[in-house]
């Protein structure tokens, strides 16, 4: 039973096709598991184990009866609360939306349904997915945060009790939390997946990712959930997505990357910077340092102004009605949106596409780019999800990012990101399986 926990969702979906092993077996398992590790690790916010077997089974006597089978079939994933959920509540971590069940279920849910996947439960959000932390603990240490706002979804995965789980970025939600739990984490190209049916809180930043065991894993939900999607304006129409196949090939020629430290490398820890200077070291001719032009420096103001200005309309409405509902940090989060010009929030927009010209010419000459996925290692306390600003940056300019768990740093894990151009994430998985790959190979 404690292997099947451990088994990434590429490889137990292999299993259950080929019937080596049945969907109710490793549901059974992940029940036990959960049983064992959530009291302390507090990742989910509903979790039906009987509802989860019969899913399990229906899942089963579907392959039993010989019917088509989807790429995710029998494989269970946890969904972050904030994804609508027909079957179960979708409360969005607040006070303002108990016992909400939705009359539909999202668009990613949708799909992964479609896959053959079973939804496991829904896992634990900041509140509406902005700063004020919810009860998840670091499965790695019980005193350290997970980070956020995606903190269920990355300490499932983590703490053995989902293969997969899927999680939202504004702005370091998904990385930030997967470094800091040791897990591989994913946010897209912005307007990949469809966020129909996902809460809203700041359209032009928003992003479904996903947390798993192996890029694979990655790549497999991405092909299942990058259908193209009318209802979400920001989605762009492409042919259907095949990453797997690109991900888990052998790069025509090995990769290079760029190191960037970003103009907040100052705000690493020493160990970070030792760590991944150490890294450009160990990939020699493969890697090489590359200053970003003057411009970047503001990149933190400019997605805070995004962001706030457009949580602030998102959440205006409950802020007026409910306010006493709601954390003192996210009030201030609103209270600051609201004080944002009409020019100041145009010209952020307007830096948004400037930028990435500008980041264009680093992809002319390398791959990928690495840095930090976050300051240090998960930060001790849970008044907090720890600092996103490794993130920011990226996902201001919606590009894909990967937090590959390669290192660690007193005693945590400490992902590193990999970068890659706009539109092009199966390449950029492909390069960090390379450099995963040859950082194993020379260990």
Not at 8 to 29: W, Y
Not at 67 to 92: F, N, S, Y
Not at 204 to 224: H, K, M, P, Q, W
Not at 377 to 406: K, N, Q, R, Y
Request: aromatic share 6%.
């Amino acid at each position: 039973m404690e292997q099947l926990t451990q088994l990434s969702a590429s490889n137990a979906a292999r299993a259950i096709a080929s019937g080596e092993i049945k969907s109710v077996e490793l549901v059974t398992a992940l029940v036990r598991q959960i049983a064992a590790r959530e009291p302390e690790v507090q990742a989910f916010v509903h979790f039906d184990a009987e509802y989860l077997l019969q899913q399990a089974r229906t899942a089963d006597l579907a392959r039993e009866e010989g019917r088509e089978l989807g790429p995710l079939h029998g494989v269970p994933v946890a969904l972050k609360d904030i994804i609508d959920t027909q079957d179960m509540p979708t409360e969005h971590g607040s006070a303002l939306f108990a016992g909400r069940t939705p009359g539909a279920d999202a668009s990613v849910v949708n799909i992964l349904r479609q896959a053959g996947a079973i939804i496991l439960g829904k896992t634990v959000t900041a509140e509406l997915a902005v700063l004020h932390p919810g009860k998840t603990r670091n499965p790695h240490n019980l005193g350290h945060t997970p980070g956020g706002s995606s903190s269920g979804s990355a300490a499932a995965v983590a703490a053995h009790m989902a293969p997969l789980a899927l999680g939202t970025q504004t702005n370091g939600s998904v990385i930030r939390p997967a470094s800091f739990c040791g897990v591989y984490g994913y946010k897209p190209s912005f307007g990949l997946i469809s966020r129909h049916g996902v809460l809203e809180a700041a359209p032009s930043l928003d992003t479904v990712g996903v947390f798993g065991r192996s890029i694979e894993d990655l790549a497999l939900a991405a092909d299942c959930m990058s259908d193209y999607d009318a209802r979400d304006a920001s989605m762009w129409m492409r042919s259907r997505a095949t990453m797997r196949p690109v991900a888990m090939s052998e790069p025509p020629i090995p990769p290079t990357f760029a190191f960037v430290k970003t103009p907040v490398w100052d705000k690493a820890g020493a160990q970070t910077q030792e760590a991944f200077l150490e890294l450009v070291d160990a990939l020699g001719e493969r890697c090489a340092g590359v200053e970003l032009q003057a411009g970047f420096e503001h990149a933190t103001a400019w997605l805070r102004t995004i962001m706030l200005s457009e949580i602030a309309r998102s959440y205006g409405r409950l802020y007026d009605e409910g306010r006493s509902q709601m954390s003192a940090v996210l009030s201030a989060a609103i209270e600051e949106g609201r004080s944002f010009s009409a020019v100041h929030y145009l010209r952020a927009r307007h830096a948004q596409n400037a930028l990435y010209s500008m980041l264009e010419n680093v992809f002319e000459g390398f791959d990928a780019i690495l840095t930090p996925p976050a300051t240090g290692p998960a930060p001790l306390g849970l008044e907090t999800t720890g600092d996103p600003i490794f993130c920011t940056l990226w996902s201001l300019l919606g590009v894909p990012s990967v937090s590959l768990p390669l290192l660690e740093v007193d005693g945590l894990p400490l992902g590193v990101q990999v970068i890659g151009q706009r539109r092009d994430d199966a390449r950029l998985l492909r390069a960090a399986r390379w450099l995963e790959r040859h950082l194993q190979s020379h260990s």
